[in-house]
């Protein structure tokens, strides 16, 4: 599974950049203090996970899904949570949808280009 526990740590680069964020300018954090917040953050994700999984396979499902996440913050006393991620996995799945049509769209005029450009050469050729 893993080697060593320090795998299971989110990234120092992100958890740097949320700290940075979430404090005024004046603020500053210690390295010490970004690595306990790095390992808390790591622990919490990891006991939703597992919750979240206990959950799912009692539900009798093999994969978690975000309503177990969701379900599982509420049945652990984080419901305080709850209405804000699933604010912002409304906005993700939206903005996931719109790239998804945007990519579509975009593939569908450059089809239609090609095509209107093949008939076009085509047309040349036959006045020729």
Do not use: C
């Not at 680069?13 to 306990?36: C, H, M, N, Q, T």
């Amino acid at each position: 599974m893993v080697e060593r526990i320090e795998d299971l740590n989110l990234p120092n680069a992100v958890i740097a950049r949320l700290i940075k964020e979430s404090l005024p300018d004046s603020a500053s954090v210690s390295k010490e203090a970004r690595g306990a917040i790095a390992r808390a953050a790591s622990v919490f994700a990891i006991f939703v996970t597992s919750s979240s999984t206990a959950l799912a396979h009692k539900q009798n499902h093999k994969t978690i899904t975000a309503k177990d996440i969701l379900q599982t913050l509420a049945e652990l006393d984080f419901e305080s949570f709850v209405p804000s991620l699933t604010e912002d996995l409304e906005v993700y799945r939206k903005m996931v949808k719109d790239k998804k049509e945007s990519k579509a769209n975009k593939k569908d005029t450059s089809s239609s280009e090609n095509a209107n450009a093949s008939s076009t050469a085509v047309a040349e050729e036959a006045i020729e």
